[in-house]
């Protein structure tokens, strides 16, 4: 039994990722598994011509009275038998296995390779329901062609060939009924499934975008009434799918009963034209007889056409669908999985002093738009003994801060120029490594679905060992123990069904796990994204020492709209200077007030908020 699991297990472990290349056709998959295909079919060939011609051998054996043909019936037939589980069964597994993971993981590596914030909420429920319909019609695609359409063409075919043998008349006749259930038919069905397929598509996409645009507007607006609008929504889209399929189905049934009326009429015609063949005494009773019997094996099948042709159809249809949008999805601009295996440095080598950041004329633009930034350079170089390493950036909103920090950071790849930490190109480095040398917080304050503690720990090392008390502490620091410290502390679930918390709190959550991560990797550089927006006074006073704290070890970038946040800042960067020249540069703050009006300005204005 053991050796037997063994056995069954084998196949998979034995599979390799393909890497989807999705501006190529959709069958690229397949050309890359090529022998496993050409060794299915042979199988499949060796098998059916074996078992087709089965009543032809009987009749050999009947009018020859020699019963060594009996060989012919028993010994290749074991053989294929002990074939197909020996080769092809683990093969059709491994094709299987293969074709789904790859697309799986292709799929998902793409679409995480674009930059998230170009998905919103709602378009990633619909790009997972896509993957998942896509991956099944994958499967379902293969077990089709290869268990059902080309044995059944296999088998038509041995049959027809070998009625010619017989007589050339009834072969003939026997060609023309295939071409006509065969051929015809199919054709049929292909396109009475046309429409239906990608209106059934579209209602799916609506489900998903309509479920996930729910969830995104009670959270936005807090309102369930918005679901009412939702409800309207999905019911329009599946009614119109419900009419395509309704449609659809009516004519499938009407192709259908046509098929059976054909498929019966050819057999009665076949049967006249053999009794008349026997009569005329061109053929033997005996033949005759295995030709019957031949036929109505193989030609079974063909009575199942409509059910092959239409879901192997279906399951392309989603293929395509799928290729369709990845295709319309915007390029690449998320480095994930870029040099994966990557260059591996030693841990050492990107840990120098001082630490610099540079950024050679790198311009940067998210999909199909023009450059956001253009042609910009900026050199920062500390000495890791230089006790204050913050460093503040400010400018209007929508100027480009938040994309500044993105191409700093790592998510959004210069398309020319680069950007170096203590030297090293932080795009020709694993994620891994980038994470030993750059911490970012986002703009966007987010928490997951999980306790308190997987919250805080969230994307750190898990082999590393939290102890509460740290934790505990450093919650503490940020103001938020007080919350959970009699509820179910650590284990206090975040989110559905747990402790629902403000965008104040989650801000401060999110900066907690930023903390925590400086505390692990040591990173070189820390860029955050106005860490204060959402708090009040006290809070954005204990996060602000915070930051300094971190600014003792690492160069930190702070973006921050309010100056309360910069106040211990070494340096300032203007991002309104930049139309002025493409060499960012940060000032001490009285140098700063000299040259910039926006820095002015927002000293005045919070005065005036202050007073
Ligand atoms: N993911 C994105 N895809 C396309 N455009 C974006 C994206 N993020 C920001 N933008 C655009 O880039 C510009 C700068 O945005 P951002 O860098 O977020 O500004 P800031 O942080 O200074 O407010 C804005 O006009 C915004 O519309
Ligand atoms: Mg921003």
């Given amino acids: 039994m053991g050796f037997l699991k063994n056995w069954a297990a084998r196949p998979a472990r034995s599979v390799k990722l393909i890497d989807i290349d999705f501006s190529k056709p959709w069958w690229s998959i397949f050309s890359a598994q090529k022998g496993k295909i050409a060794a299915i079919t042979a199988s499949i060939l060796v098998y059916e011509l074996l078992d087709t011609l089965q009543p032809i051998f009987i009749g050999w054996v009947l009018t020859s009275q020699n019963y060594m043909f009996v060989v012919l019936l028993v010994v290749p037939y074991l053989i294929d038998e002990v074939g197909s589980w020996f ?13 789904m993971d790859s697309f799986r993981y292709s799929a998902c590596k793409t679409i995480l390779a674009i930059d998230p914030e170009f998905h919103s909420q709602q378009s990633s429920g619909v790009t997972l329901g896509k993957i998942r319909r896509t991956t099944d019609a994958y499967f379902r695609f293969i077990k089709k062609v290869l268990d059902d359409l080309v044995p059944l063409t296999i088998v038509l075919t041995i049959a027809m060939a070998s009625v010619f043998m017989f007589n050339t008349m009834l072969g003939i006749v026997i060609a023309v009924a295939l071409v006509v259930l065969g051929g015809l038919f199919s054709y049929l069905f292909v396109f009475a499934t046309q429409g239906v397929e990608s209106e059934v598509n579209r209602a799916d ?18 309102a369930s009434f918005a679901v009412d609008q939702m409800d309207r929504q999905l019911e329009a889209s599946h009614l119109s799918a419900m009419r395509s399929s309704t449609t659809f189905f009516m004519t499938y049934r009407l192709l259908r009963g046509f098929l059976v009326f054909f498929f019966t009429l050819c057999l009665g015609f076949i049967l006249a034209f053999l009794i008349k063949l026997v009569r005329s005494g061109e053929l033997s009773t005996v033949n005759a007889l295995s030709i019957i019997l031949m036929i109505l094996r193989s030609a ?37 999985f870029v040099n994966e295996q990557g260059s591996e440095l030693s841990s050492q080598t990107c840990q120098t002093d001082p630490i610099t950041l540079t950024v050679e004329h790198a311009s940067a633009s998210y999909a199909q738009e023009a450059p956001l930034l253009q042609d910009i350079s900026l050199q920062i170089s500390v000495t890791r003994q230089e006790p204050n390493k913050l460093y503040g950036i400010i400018g209007p909103s929508g100027i480009g801060k938040t994309t500044f920090i993105s191409l700093l950071g790592g998510q959004l790849k210069p398309s020319v120029g680069h950007v170096l930490v203590n030297g090293c190109d932080i795009y020709q480095i694993n994620d891994s490594q980038r994470q030993r040398l750059i911490a970012l917080q986002g703009q966007i304050a987010t928490n997951v679905f999980g306790s308190l ?10 082999n590393h060992v939290y102890s509460d008390d740290e934790i505990i502490q450093l919650l503490e620091s940020v103001g938020l123990w007080y919350l959970f410290k009699d509820k179910g502390g650590l284990a206090t679930m975040i989110g559905e069904g747990g402790l629902t918390l403000s965008g104040g709190q989650r801000q401060r959550l999110n900066f ?3 903390f925590l991560r400086a505390q692990v990797y040591k ?20 996060i602000t020492e915070m930051i300094s704290q971190l600014a003792e070890r690492s160069l930190t970038l702070v973006i921050a709209h309010r100056l309360k946040t910069l106040e211990d800042a070494h340096k300032i960067l203007d991002f309104c200077l930049i139309n002025q020249t493409n060499r960012l540069v940060f000032y001490e703050p009285d140098e700063l007030r000299k040259r910039s009006l926006y820095y002015q300005k927002l000293i005045q204005g919070n005065a005036i908020l202050e007073e």
């Fill in 512 to 514: 907690a796990n930023l």
């Fill in 300 to 336: 079974h099948p063909l009575l199942k056409l409509d059910k092959y042709v239409t879901e192997t159809v279906s399951a392309y249809r989603k293929i395509q669908d799928f290729y369709a949008y990845i295709r319309g999805y915007g390029k690449q601009t998320y480095p994930v």
């Fill in 453 to 462: 503690k997987y919250n805080v720990t969230f994307g750190l090392p898990e």
């Fill in 523 to 542: 990173p070189s550089i820390i860029l955050i994204d106005e860490p204060t927006s959402s708090l009040d006074e006290v809070s954005e006073q204990r």
């Fill in 205 to 222: 996409d609506v489900a998903n975008h309509v479920g996930t645009e729910v969830i995104t507007r009670i959270q936005f607006i807090r």
């Fill in 87 to 99: 080769i092809v069964r683990p093969l059709v597994t491994q094709l299987h296995a293969q074709t």
